[in-house]
């Protein structure tokens, strides 16, 4: 083994080993179980490679996946850290192409036949051979469902309806919801309001209009009683 492999190695697992202990904090998208399985997945084919010294298929798969990943971060880079837009969907239209022709026709073409069926003609059947070609083909299985998701994408981008990512954050919808009953309540507490204060309108308008009355009576009853006693002091 070349030490160039050795850091190889041991470079994507602790790439991959992080984005396993950071995805439990990260935002969760609809895509959360996939990625999980994904990366366990890849950890242990790396790691089983490196063990039974499959160094040659495990640099491949690592350099196949890489050729499109990169293009991926490149295209994210440019679109949050300098929002150069143009540049973003450039990129995005060259990724969605390296990845659907890497992981859909070199990969399961190349890699996985060339394990599954030509290594069958130099060595036996062993429960490594079973363990191995099983993780590629769970990869294959999240290459099929994620190469759904850019299709959609990029269906949607060349129409310009695309707005966000296919994977669109499950915590941001659900604070767009909360956000939506929050203004509800908003103005719901408005409504609330408005209607108590047309109630206590009312009782106000109600007390004043009686103490008017009150008032025009005492005043009429004394009016009567002076004239009355004014009437009698004549008489």
């Given at each position: 083994?070349?030490?160039?492999?050795?850091?190889?190695y041991?470079?994507?697992?602790g790439?991959y080993?992080?984005l396993?202990?950071r995805?439990?904090?990260?935002?969760?998208?609809k895509?959360?179980?996939?990625?999980?399985?994904?990366?366990?997945?890849?950890?242990?084919?790396?790691?089983?490679?490196?063990?039974?010294?499959?160094?040659?298929?495990?640099?491949?798969?690592?350099?196949?996946?890489?050729?499109?990943?990169?293009?991926?971060?490149?295209?994210?880079?440019?679109?949050?850290?300098?929002?150069?837009?143009?540049?973003?969907?450039?990129?995005?239209?060259?990724?969605a192409?390296?990845?659907?022709?890497?992981?859909?026709v070199?990969?399961p073409?190349?890699?996985?036949?060339?394990?599954?069926?030509?290594?069958?003609?130099?060595?036996?059947p062993?429960?490594?051979?079973?363990?191995?070609n099983?993780?590629?083909?769970?990869?294959?299985?999240?290459h099929?469902?994620?190469?759904?998701?850019?299709?959609?994408?990029?269906?949607?981008?060349?129409?310009?309806k695309?707005?966000?990512?296919?994977?669109?954050?499950?915590?941001?919808?659900?604070?767009?919801?909360?956000?939506?009953?929050?203004?509800?309540?908003?103005?719901?507490?408005?409504?609330?309001?408005?209607y108590?204060?047309?109630?206590?309108?009312?009782?106000?308008?109600?007390?004043?209009?009686?103490?008017t009355?009150?008032?025009?009576?005492?005043?009429?009853?004394?009016?009567?009683?002076?004239?009355?006693?004014?009437?009698?002091?004549?008489?």
């Open positions: 083994m070349e030490r160039a492999h050795y850091w190889y041991m470079l994507e697992l790439f080993g992080s396993l202990l995805i439990s904090v990260d935002v969760k998208r895509d959360f179980k996939e990625q999980v399985i994904h990366h366990l997945a890849t950890i242990f084919l790396l790691s089983f490679s490196y063990c039974a010294n499959l160094i040659r298929i495990g640099t491949l798969v690592m350099l196949l996946h890489d050729s499109s990943d990169i293009l991926l971060e490149s295209a994210k880079m440019f679109n949050y850290g300098t929002g150069w837009r143009k540049t973003c969907d450039t990129l995005f239209v060259v990724f192409v390296a990845f659907l022709v890497t992981r859909l070199i990969f073409s190349q890699i996985i036949h060339t394990t599954l069926v030509l290594s069958m003609e130099t060595f036996e062993f429960v490594g051979y079973y363990f191995f099983v993780l590629l083909m769970v990869l294959q299985a999240l099929i469902f994620w190469a759904g998701l850019i299709i959609r994408m990029v269906y949607k981008f060349l129409k310009g695309l707005e966000k990512d296919e994977r669109s954050d499950e915590e941001s919808e659900v604070e767009e919801e909360e956000d939506e009953d929050n203004k509800g309540g908003k103005e719901n507490a408005d409504q609330g309001g408005d108590c204060w047309e109630r206590r309108k009312d009782k106000l308008n109600s007390k004043l209009s009686m103490l009355n009150n008032c025009v009576l005492n005043n009429l009853t004394s009016h009567r009683a002076s004239v009355a006693d004014k009437m009698h002091k004549a008489q």
